[in-house]
């Protein structure tokens, strides 16, 4: 199986060109098509020589994959199914709004982690995305042309797979790549410290740590990462970083009925976060097969965020979009394919 272009970042370019004999700047050419251009085939690629194009063509393919399905929800959000190199599959969200369209990307074919809330964790770990791999979701689907913001937060944990999230960051915010704001993309982690340590010094975006209940006891039996990395280590970490008035830190906090929306809650909450200037998402629970976990009513999640506010903790509800399509946030999961 021949490689794929399409996700290599301009050194690997470069050693590329320097490998079949090509001038220098033929590396910044074919970054030029590969992220600037939409061509989906090194032919197209005119002001290469047909010679170069036959040299490329004989070791590489372009490497876009195209989704194999889609689903609308009532409210507009669709989610993308596609297929993998390994012959798996992962799934994509594209969630559109009056001023932007934000792509919910996945970075592996499910998750190593085992969070209870979550369907992704329940199919098990089956591979690492590529580069390729992630960039693809956004170059492949129809609304390409009009995305605004990337968010980090579909399958898979994106610290596990570091090497891959921060080559497809680099070929997205780079001058040769895609050129985008870091300020329009967030990734997501359950706080894995060293790749959380690379993360903040490699790159500019934003980050959201998923964080559910400022107890650890509690924590763990959720999230079965706290052992390793408890929540409070994370936030030690995060409050010895200087993230400047450019670059975002928000909390994820899924709120469940009678485990963790108690006054209790906020008062350690605000302790834990106290001189961290971020912000508190709250995101209603969507019900996954054989949980005995629940969502709190409109009532609660709507006071529980007043309190975090009245006690000087900047907390918002994240609008749940795409229940209908198991497209809300928790709920990707393929594993009927696998």
């Not at 969070?115 to 590529?130: A, D, E, I, P, V």
């Not at 956004?138 to 080559?167: C, H, Q, T, W």
């Not at 967030?186 to 790749?195: E, F, R």
């Not at 006690?311 to 979009?321: D, L």
Request: glycine letters at 6%; one cysteine or more; proline letters at 4%.
């Amino acid at each position: 199986m021949k490689d794929q272009l399409f996700g290599k970042d301009l050194g690997e370019l470069k050693e590329i060109s320097a490998n079949l004999g090509l001038p220098a700047y033929t590396a910044r050419q074919l970054a030029n098509w590969l992220y600037k251009k939409e061509i989906n085939s090194i032919d197209e690629m005119s002001n290469l020589s047909k010679k170069t194009r036959e040299l490329l063509s004989d070791k590489f393919v372009f490497g876009l994959i195209s989704p194999s399905k889609v689903q609308i929800s009532v409210d507009g959000t669709k989610k993308y199914l596609f297929p993998t190199f390994q012959n798996k599959f992962i799934e994509t969200a594209m969630i559109p709004e009056e001023e932007r369209k934000t792509v919910c990307v996945s970075t592996q074919v499910g998750c190593k982690m085992g969070c209870l809330f979550c369907m992704t964790g329940k199919q098990g770990f089956h591979g690492q995305l590529t580069a390729c791999e992630i960039i693809n979701q956004i170059r492949s689907i129809k609304e390409y042309g009009e995305v605004s913001n990337i968010v980090y937060m579909g399958m898979g944990e994106p610290f596990d797979n570091l090497d891959a999230v921060l080559k497809s960051l680099d070929i997205l915010t780079s001058d040769w790549g895609y050129a985008m704001s870091p300020k329009r993309i967030t990734v997501s982690s359950i706080g894995i410290i060293p790749s959380l340590l690379r993360f903040l010094k490699e790159c500019e975006v934003h980050l959201a740590i998923s964080l559910n209940t400022p107890f650890a006891d509690e924590r763990s039996k959720l999230m079965p990462i706290q052992t390793a990395y408890p929540i409070a280590d994370v936030v030690h970490e995060i409050k010895s970083w200087d993230f400047g008035r450019q670059r975002r830190i928000s909390f994820e906090y899924i709120l469940f009925k009678g485990v963790n929306d108690s006054q209790l809650h906020v008062r350690e909450l605000v302790k834990l976060l106290s001189g961290v200037r971020c912000r508190v998402n709250l995101i209603r629970f969507h019900a996954v097969p054989g949980s005995l976990l629940s969502s709190p009513d409109e009532d609660m999640m709507n006071g529980f965020r007043d309190q975090l506010n009245d006690k000087g903790i900047t907390a918002t509800i994240r609008a749940s979009r795409g229940q209908d399509i198991n497209a809300a946030c928790g709920l990707l999961s393929t594993k009927e394919m696998i």
